[in-house]
């Protein structure tokens, strides 16, 4: 085969220019006639039946459980530069995804420069995630600072949302060895920071970042991962926690991770979190390609 042939070499379509991402579960993607099919079984959002897939007008496909992928669709997404992720329901847990991205390496080039300016760049971006969590610029420059004054914010907010939800707080309590070992406020916050941490993962991978180098966060292998997610504590992980802390005291005969993940996902879906997260990895490098950024 000519390569070239038919102009299919440069038959993609930019990033810019798709509609992001696609969820898909219960059924099986293959290629027919050399057109991407999804042939689903059913499910809660989308009827059984044989669907076409747009695979060049979307940037990732989310492959949910009950799903198989065959040979011919890895290669047909990997030709035109579509990614695929393997995710939990409604994305509440990240399982893998093809490295595939962007149509250049400008966001990972840009992360780069600047986490290695430690004094300079780094600390402007750590400053500027505190920014949007703490909902004012601090004037202060020393992470240490930053990372004290937010501690105290958080504490004031695990109060304010557990009052407002009905949950009584005994503060917060995390044995990384034994997660299930708080009592139910805790462990709900741990279920749900690793929903919305899966949520964040899909969201570095949609833009090829590096999920290794973050700006608050330093020791995790996916420290800027944890720095997207911590941007949704107070909006998406704690209200998800607390509200389900009372589903399940209303409902006991289900686990408290299930009511976690059912509340997390259908919250992903309907405040748009993880297109919110790119759209902040974006702007946080000066990177946003939507049309209406000026």
Same mark, same amino acid.
């Given at each position: 085969?000519?390569?070239?042939?038919?102009?299919?070499?440069?038959?993609?379509?930019?990033?810019?220019?798709?509609?992001?991402?696609?969820?898909?579960?219960?059924?099986?993607?293959?290629?027919?006639?050399?057109?991407?099919?999804?042939?689903?079984?059913?499910?809660?959002?989308?009827?059984?039946?044989?669907?076409?897939?747009?695979?060049?007008?979307?940037?990732?496909?989310?492959?949910?459980?009950?799903?198989?992928?065959?040979?011919?669709?890895?290669?047909?997404?990997?030709?035109?530069?579509?990614?695929?992720?393997?995710?939990?329901?409604?994305?509440?847990?990240?399982?893998?995804?093809?490295?595939?991205?962007?149509?250049?390496?400008?966001?990972?080039?840009?992360?780069?420069?600047?986490?290695?300016?430690? @004094? $300079?760049? %780094?600390?402007?971006?750590?400053? =500027? !995630?505190? /920014?949007? &969590?703490? #909902?004012?610029?601090?004037?202060? *420059?020393?992470?240490?600072?930053?990372?004290?004054? @937010? $501690?105290? %914010?958080?504490?004031?907010?695990? =109060? !304010?949302? /557990?009052? &407002?939800? #009905?949950?009584?707080?005994?503060? *917060?309590?995390?044995?990384?060895?034994?997660?299930?070992? $708080?009592?139910?406020?805790?462990?709900?916050?741990?279920?749900? /920071?690793?929903?919305?941490?899966?949520?964040?993962?899909?969201?570095?991978?949609?833009?090829?970042?590096?999920?290794?180098?973050?700006?608050?966060?330093?020791?995790?292998?996916?420290?800027?991962?944890?720095?997207?997610?911590?941007?949704?504590?107070?909006?998406?992980?704690?209200?998800?926690?607390?509200?389900?802390?009372?589903?399940?005291?209303?409902?006991?005969?289900?686990?408290?991770?299930?009511?976690?993940?059912?509340?997390?996902?259908?919250?992903?879906?309907?405040?748009?979190?993880?297109?919110?997260?790119?759209?902040?990895?974006?702007?946080?490098?000066?990177?946003?390609?939507?049309?209406?950024?000026?």
């Amino acid at each position: 085969m000519l390569k070239g042939r038919l102009g299919l070499e440069t038959a993609r379509v930019p990033h810019a220019d798709r509609h992001g991402l696609i969820w898909l579960a219960r059924g099986a993607l293959s290629v027919q006639d050399g057109t991407l099919r999804f042939l689903c079984a059913g499910g809660p959002d989308l009827d059984a039946g044989d669907y076409g897939i747009p695979f060049q007008g979307i940037s990732l496909v989310l492959l949910g459980p009950g799903s198989t992928v065959s040979h011919d669709a890895l290669r047909l997404l990997a030709r035109h530069g579509t990614g695929l992720a393997a995710v939990g329901e409604d994305g509440v847990r990240f399982y893998t995804a093809l490295p595939l991205g962007c149509d250049d390496s400008q966001i990972a080039r840009r992360q780069v420069r600047t986490w290695s300016d430690a @004094e $300079g760049a %780094r600390l402007s971006i750590a400053r =500027r !995630l505190y /920014a949007w &969590r703490l #909902g004012e610029a601090l004037p202060h *420059r020393d992470i240490t600072v930053l990372r004290g004054i @937010e $501690g105290d %914010r958080m504490r004031h907010i695990y =109060r !304010l949302l /557990a009052a &407002r939800h #009905g949950v009584e707080w005994r503060g *917060r309590h995390y044995d990384r060895s034994d997660p299930e070992a $708080g009592d139910l406020p805790n462990q709900a916050i741990n279920h749900a /920071a690793s929903a919305v941490e899966a949520a964040a993962a899909v969201a570095v991978a949609a833009v090829s970042a590096i999920p290794q180098l973050g700006f608050i966060h330093e020791d995790s292998a996916n420290a800027f991962v944890l720095d997207i997610a911590d941007l949704m504590r107070d909006q998406i992980t704690l209200p998800v926690a607390f509200e389900s802390v009372k589903l399940a005291r209303d409902h006991p005969e289900i686990a408290l991770e299930r009511h976690v993940r059912r509340l997390a996902g259908r919250t992903f879906r309907e405040r748009a979190v993880i297109p919110t997260m790119i759209d902040r990895i974006k702007e946080l490098f000066d990177a946003d390609d939507r049309a209406d950024h000026p």
